[in-house]
DNA sequence: ATGAAAGCGCTAACAC
DNA sequence: GTGTTAGCGCTTTCAT
C-alpha cells in the first residue's frame, strides 16, 4: 500500500526557508498588504514551498479562518427517496452549480444526510463544513428553508419561495414559461386545454397553476377547474390522469403537462388509446430535456435554462458568503419555447 | 440579514454539564471504551449538549484526528470541457456514489479544479479537504490515477485500468456487454458487423475493441479492420462515421455503436439517408440511458448498472479509507442486454 | 520587515 | 471515573 507520507506543513516551509511560521503564512496568501515582506524572503519562501509541493492544510486553514472555500449542496428529494441526480434537472442544476462553484475556487459538498425537519436537521448545518447551503427545490412543504434560516448560514435557493425570508435564489420564470404555452396553444385554437400537473407541494406547481389560469382567462378562454389534475415529476401517474381526463364529457383539445416526464407518459398513454398526437390531442410539455426532442412525437416544450440557474443561485451564494450586505432577490431566468411536432391547429389533419 | 451566531463549542457542553471538555468528547463520541464515564454524567452531558443542539466543528475534529467524513470525486472530464454531470453515466455514477456514501455518514465533494498533470494537480490532493478520492472514468492518457497514487491518499477508480497501480476500481464488465452484443447480432445472421466506438483514449474504448474482435473471430466470423471506426462519446461526429462506414465498398449490415449518444447520431444519419433501421441496418447501442427507449426505432442496448458500479467503488473507497488492507480488486458488474426494435434478423423484412 | 505567542474547537495521552 | 495538558496546522494580534 502506498505509505501516507505526512504531507509538508507551513513549518516545514518555514524551516527551509529560514524564517518563522508568520512570514511564510503571510508570503504564502498575500495577506496582510500592510505588513510587508522583502522581496529576498519572499522568494526564499515560495521556492520553499515550491519545492516541498506545499500545499495548506483545508482542515487548519478553515479552523483559523472559519473559512473552508466549500460550498454545500442539499438536494430537495421527496420524502422516502434517495433520488439526487438521477434526473435531468437536477443535473443540469448542479452542472451549473459546479461550473460556478468552480469559477470562484469553492469546491462543492453535497450534503448526503436526509433532512427530517427544522429541528432535527438544521443544526447539522452548523458543522463548519462549508460557508453557505444552497438548497435545490424542496418540498413547498418542508421546513428547510425557514429552518436553515434560524441557523445564520449563507444561504441560497433554486426553484423555490425565499424572498419573505431573505434569502437570494434562482429559477425559471415559471409565468413566463406558461404564458408562452398558453399563448401558443391559444393561438392554434384550442380553448379546452387541461394541464396535469407535479407534485402539489412543489412551489412549481402552485406557480405553474396559477399563471395557467390567469394566462387562460386573459387570453378569454374560461378556465374549467375539471381540467386540471396532477401525477408527480417523475411521471408515474401521468397514465392515470390523462384517462381521468379523457374520460370527462368534454375531452380537452390540449393538454400542458408540468414536464417532460409527464408529457412522454401522456403521450404513452394516448398512443395505447389510439388516439393521435397532435391531429386528436395537442401535447407540451416542460424542461426541455434531452428526451423530449426524441420521443414520437418530438416535443412541443418549454426549456429551462438550467445551468444557468444553477450557476446564478451559487453566485448569490457566494454574495452571501463574501458579504452579509447581499440582497435577497429572486432571479427568474427566461424560458424558451420550444415547438416541435406534438401541437397543432386544433381540428387539423396535422 | 440573520445573525450569524457562533454555535456551541464542546467547552460550551462541558460546562453546561460541569465537567471538563475531555469528559464531554469522550461521552460524544463514544470513544475511548476504556475510560468509562458514570452513567450519571454521561446523561447530564448527553442532556447539555441535546439543549445546546450542539454540533462538533468538522473543521476541528478534522484537525485532530485526520478524518474529515468526506470523501472526494474527481471527474475525468475531457480536456478543455468543464462538463461534469451532464450527462446521464456520470449521473447515475454519482447517485450511486452519493448513496454509498450517505450511507456511511460520509458527505461528498466534488473537485472542481480542473486536473493539469500530476506534478501540479496532485499535491492539491493532500489539502486534507477529504479522506480519500474517487475517480471517475478519467482519461487513458491522463497521468490522474499514477499522479494521485504517488500522493498517498486512499484511492478507488471508476471505469479505468487501476490494478497494476494497486487501485480498488468498479467498472461495468465491458467483455461480457460486447459478447452479448455480437453473440445477439451473430445469432441474427449478421456477419458484415461494424463498431463505432468514443474517444479513442478512453479505457473502455480498448476493452471494447478488444472484446469486439475477439468475440467477433471467436463466432467464426471474420473481423474487418475496415469496419472499425470512431467519434465521441457525445455523440459529435457520429453521422460522419456512419457515413464512411456507409460508403464502404461493402456496406455492414449491423453497426454497434459504443454507447447510445452515438447510436442515436447514426440512427438520425440513417434516416436522413432513407435507410430503413433495422430492416436495412441492426443498431446497437450502450448504456441504456433513458432516451434509448425513446429514440425511433427504440434502441437495442446494453444496460449498464451504473448506480451499483458507482456504489460498489464507493465502498471500496471506504474501504481503503477504514484499513489499509483492502485489496484492489478490479470489480466487473454484469450488463444486461435489452433488446428494443432496432435489431433483427439480416435481410429480414422485419 | 519579521518573530513570538495565542487561539480556532476538538481529540488523545497521561495523570490522578 | 474524571481532569490536565498537549497538540493538529494554520492565521492573527501584537511586539520588536
Redesign the interface.
Known amino acids: 500500500?502506498?505509505?501516507?507520507?505526512r504531507?509538508p506543513t507551513l513549518l516545514d516551509v518555514a524551516r527551509d526557508a529560514g524564517v518563522s511560521s508568520n512570514t511564510a503564512s503571510v508570503v504564502l496568501n498575500g495577506s496582510r498588504s500592510n505588513t510587508r515582506v522583502s522581496e529576498a524572503t519572499r522568494q526564499r519562501v515560495l521556492s520553499a514551498a515550491a519545492n516541498l509541493?506545499?500545499?495548506?492544510?483545508?482542515?487548519?486553514r478553515?479552523?483559523a479562518q472559519k473559512r473552508?472555500q466549500?460550498i454545500g449542496v442539499l438536494f430537495g428529494v421527496a420524502a422516502g427517496s434517495?433520488?439526487?441526480?438521477?434526473n435531468?434537472y437536477m443535473?443540469?442544476i448542479?452542472?451549473g452549480v459546479?461550473?460556478a462553484?468552480?469559477d470562484a475556487g469553492?469546491?462543492?459538498?453535497?450534503?448526503?444526510?436526509?433532512w427530517v425537519n427544522a429541528k432535527v436537521s438544521a443544526?447539522?448545518f452548523?458543522?463548519?463544513?462549508t460557508d453557505g447551503v444552497l438548497v435545490i427545490a424542496p418540498p413547498a412543504t418542508a421546513d428547510i428553508l425557514a429552518g436553515l434560516?434560524?441557523v445564520?448560514?449563507p444561504l441560497a435557493a433554486v426553484a423555490c419561495e425565499a424572498a419573505e425570508l431573505?434569502i437570494p435564489s434562482a429559477d425559471v420564470d415559471n409565468k413566463a414559461g406558461v404564458e408562452a404555452v398558453v399563448t401558443h396553444l391559444a393561438a392554434l385554437g384550442h380553448t379546452r386545454i387541461a394541464i396535469i400537473t407535479g407534485e402539489t407541494d412543489m412551489s412549481s406547481t402552485a406557480l405553474r397553476t396559477l399563471a395557467f389560469q390567469t394566462t387562460l382567462t386573459a387570453a378569454g378562454i374560461e378556465f374549467d377547474a375539471d381540467l386540471v389534475t396532477s401525477c408527480t415529476y417523475s411521471g408515474a401517474g401521468a397514465e392515470s390522469a390523462f384517462l381521468g381526463l379523457w374520460n370527462r364529457q368534454q375531452r380537452p383539445t390540449a393538454i400542458f403537462a408540468c414536464n417532460d416526464a409527464i408529457a412522454?407518459g401522456v403521450a404513452r398513454a394516448a398512443r395505447s388509446l389510439g388516439v393521435g398526437i397532435p391531429e386528436e390531442l395537442s401535447l407540451v410539455g416542460f424542461d426541455d430535456v434531452?428526451?423530449a426532442a426524441?420521443?414520437?412525437p418530438p416535443l412541443t416544450t418549454v426549456r429551462q435554462p438550467l445551468?444557468m440557474i444553477g450557476s446564478a443561485a451559487t453566485k448569490m451564494l457566494l454574495g452571501r458568503i463574501a458579504g452579509?450586505?447581499y440582497p435577497a432577490t429572486a432571479q427568474l431566468l427566461a424560458p424558451e419555447l420550444i415547438v416541435r411536432e406534438s401541437t397543432c391547429r386544433v381540428g387539423s389533419d396535422r
Do not use: C, W
Open positions: 500500500m502506498t505509505e501516507q507520507k504531507p509541493s506545499y500545499v495548506p492544510n483545508a482542515m487548519a478553515g479552523l473552508t466549500a434517495t433520488d439526487y441526480v438521477t435531468p443535473a443540469g448542479l452542472q459546479l461550473e462553484a468552480g469553492h469546491s462543492v459538498t453535497i450534503y448526503t444526510q436526509r443544526p447539522l452548523r458543522d463548519g463544513r434560516a434560524t445564520g448560514i431573505e412522454a434531452p428526451t426524441m420521443v414520437t445551468q452579509d450586505f
